[in-house]
Every structure is written in structure tokens, then in C-alpha cells.
């Protein structure tokens, strides 16, 4: 029998102790099939598993595969890319701060997912779907400390933002 999506992924999931360590990554057609030969549809079930885990896709007909296999080798070395918030935050009071092994401290603009990001100033996202923080181009070196400061969300409907929702004024942290 086959099993549906959701199945394999709660399957998927239970390998590991936690689900937030488990990712798929895809290399497959796009959804913009034009990319592609004729004829190639897109892997939309590897996709979404890959989105559903924050795992990561790539082109399977890109000419030049040394990025995305130098991306996956990071992504496997155990180094994270991507931070579960344990509580929901109020999105514009999300700040992100690292501190790297030489004691130098570093603090990242914050912007939300699914957001065409044109400021090149953004380098890690907020994932509503996910309750994480994901860094965009590189994550924070072996040994940082990572710091993800919020206000806490009362109001579980919607993604807050700065004057709604803002709750007790509690902060949560990471």
C-alpha cells in the first residue's frame, strides 16, 4: 500500500529523537520547469517534503552542481542552519545575535519568510510555518553561541507585529 505525504513524514520525522533534526533535501526539477528540458515535470512531492522539514532544493538541471553540493555537505556536517523558537514571537521584536568561538559578537537583520527579500542587508529569516529562525547565507561557525530574543505572542491567530499582540512585554529567549 502506498502511504500518503503526511504519513511519510510523520514516519520520516520519528527517525531521529527529534523531528527538528531530521531534514529532506531535493534535487529535482523546479517548479519553473522552463529551466529544464522538454518534457521534465517539476518534483513537487520532493519539494514539499524538503519545505515541510527546512530542508534544501536544487535544481537537478543546474550546469554548475558544485554550490548546492557544497551547500548540502554544510547542511549534513551537523552545523544548523535553522533555530526553533520554543515559544511564538511577535515578529518585529525578534532579534538574532552570535557570538562566535573568539568572543566577537555579531547582530543580524531579521525578516520574515515567504517576503521577496531585495534588502541585501537580511540575513536570516523568521519561518512562521516552522517557528524558526533560519539563516540565509551561512550559518554561525562550530561553537557560537546563538541568541534569539522575542517578545512573547498572545494572540495564537496571526503573525504579530510590533504594537499588536504585544502581549505582557515578557521576553522569550533561545
Not at 528540458?37 to 518534483?43: H, K, S, V
Not at 514571537?89 to 568561538?101: G, H, L, Q, S, Y
Request: charged residues 20%; proline residues 6%.
Amino acid at each position: 500500500r502506498l502511504i500518503s505525504a503526511p504519513e511519510f513524514l510523520e514516519w520520516f520525522e520519528g527517525l531521529k529523537w527529534s523531528p527538528e533534526r531530521t531534514n529532506a533535501h531535493a534535487i529535482v526539477t523546479p517548479l519553473d520547469v522552463d529551466s529544464c528540458p522538454d518534457g521534465l515535470t517539476a518534483g513537487t512531492k520532493y519539494l514539499n517534503l524538503a519545505q515541510a522539514t527546512g530542508g534544501q532544493t536544487f535544481n537537478i538541471c543546474a550546469l554548475d552542481w558544485a554550490p548546492m553540493l557544497d551547500s548540502l555537505g554544510l547542511a549534513t556536517s551537523g552545523l544548523r542552519m535553522e533555530y526553533f523558537l520554543s515559544s511564538l514571537p511577535v515578529v518585529d521584536t525578534i532579534e538574532v545575535v552570535v557570538k562566535n568561538p573568539e568572543g566577537i559578537t555579531f547582530q543580524f537583520v531579521e525578516c520574515m519568510a515567504g517576503e521577496e527579500i531585495e534588502d541585501e542587508t537580511c540575513e536570516v529569516v523568521y519561518n512562521p510555518a516552522r517557528n524558526s529562525i533560519v539563516f540565509l547565507d551561512a550559518e554561525p561557525e562550530p561553537y557560537s553561541e546563538v541568541t534569539v530574543t522575542y517578545n512573547l505572542r498572545e494572540n495564537f491567530s496571526e503573525v504579530a507585529t510590533d504594537g499588536e499582540d504585544a502581549g505582557n512585554g515578557a521576553n522569550g529567549g533561545e
